[in-house]
């Protein structure tokens, strides 16, 4: 580090700092300051050093770093010419968060605690001015650290809501489902907490798909997702298993009543009507859906999700041997 005469750097007269700072108040405060040469690798001040000199970045850049609980050091951000910094350890009287180390070589403009001090009790106009610039510096930091940690977790409730749901349908997927079963299943001082799986698949949609292709069938897909969202009780969990295999998860509820449910369910399904277009022309067609359902019930039929599920689809190909459209409870061999 080398020490050299004050100039008026124009990257200084434009500094944050002195926003507000007419040109008497800017070469009164400057006149405090003096430049410093830092050479690459170089260190201006370490974390947990006392904090002594604030500082502002004329030229070069510097690189923030902090200590982890492994002791090695983690990359926080780049500063460029014109930011200050230091300033809040010796506002605070506290130790530097941080190490900050220059990037290449840089020159910084330094004043001292004692100095900053200096100006605040004997020049209180530009001392009030100093600290609103470092007051607005920080706001503006903290709001683009908020927007950053709002981004972050709107960027994890989607990575949330894409590990747990399905894209076409937008209803839950297996392993969602699966999981909440296995979280009901935990048992407590009353036992295993009662609950119902609709197990269902749309009949002879294969033949919607030869004749009218993917397409045709994602909009039956589609559709009968759309019911099982608007006819779902707060707290059902209703699931995609893959290609037009559904699951309805519905707690503490027992097997009539699960039954009921499913009933309304086949019969709203039947009701829709879903327009495809004919592939290779503009001509379209509607169609009906027809479902085939299965319901098992714990802990009457089975004590964990495999068991369960198992139920709830001998169920279902009950209901699919017995002519389609309809829905079957399970009943023990």
């Known amino acids: ?144 650290s908020s927007k950053h940690l709002r981004d972050l977790v709107q960027w994890g409730e989607t990575a949330r809501r894409r590990a747990i749901t399905d894209e076409l349908t937008g209803l839950y997927n297996r392993s969602f489902l699966e ?27 294969h033949a919607i798909n030869d004749r009218y292709g993917p397409a045709g069938g994602d909009k039956v897909i589609i559709a009968t997702a759309e019911v099982l969202k608007h006819l779902g009780r707060p707290g059902d969990i209703a699931a995609r298993l893959s290609g037009d295999e559904f699951a309805v998860l519905l707690p503490d509820t027992a097997g009539q009543d699960a039954v009921t449910v499913a009933e309304k369910i086949r019969e709203k399904v039947a009701n829709q009507v879903v327009t495809v277009t004919r592939p290779g022309s503009s001509e379209t067609d509607e169609l009906h859906i027809r479902t085939s359902m299965g319901i098992a019930v714990a802990p009457q039929h089975a004590d964990n999700v495999r068991d369960l599920s198992f139920a ?18 399970y009943e023990r061999a």
């Open 179 to 205: 999981e909440t079963i296995k979280d009901r299943f935990k048992t407590g001082a009353v036992g295993v907490r009662e609950m119902s799986l609709i197990m269902m698949d749309l009949d002879k949609v």
């Open 312 to 329: 709830a689809d001998t169920a279902l190909r009950k209901a699919k041997g017995l002519g389609r459209n309809r829905v079957e409870l």
């Open 1 to 144: 580090m080398s020490i050299l005469p004050p100039i008026q750097d124009p990257v200084l007269i434009n500094s944050p700092l002195f926003a507000s700072m007419s040109s008497l108040e800017f070469n009164a405060v400057t006149a405090f300051m003096e430049r410093r040469h830092f050479a690459a690798g170089e260190a201006i001040f370490n974390e947990g050093d006392h904090g002594e000199d604030m500082f502002i970045l004329l030229s070069g850049s510097l690189s923030a770093h902090k200590k982890q609980s492994d002791g090695t050091m983690r990359w926080m951000f780049d500063i460029v010419p014109g930011a200050f910094l230091g300033e809040m350890s010796v506002i605070a009287g506290e130790p530097r968060s941080a190490t900050i180390t220059a990037r290449e070589d840089s020159d910084l403009m330094v004043l001292q605690g004692i100095d900053f001090y200096r100006i605040i009790f004997d020049h209180p106009m530009m001392g009030i001015k100093m600290l609103n610039s470092i007051g607005a510096v920080q706001n503006s930091w903290l709001n683009q």
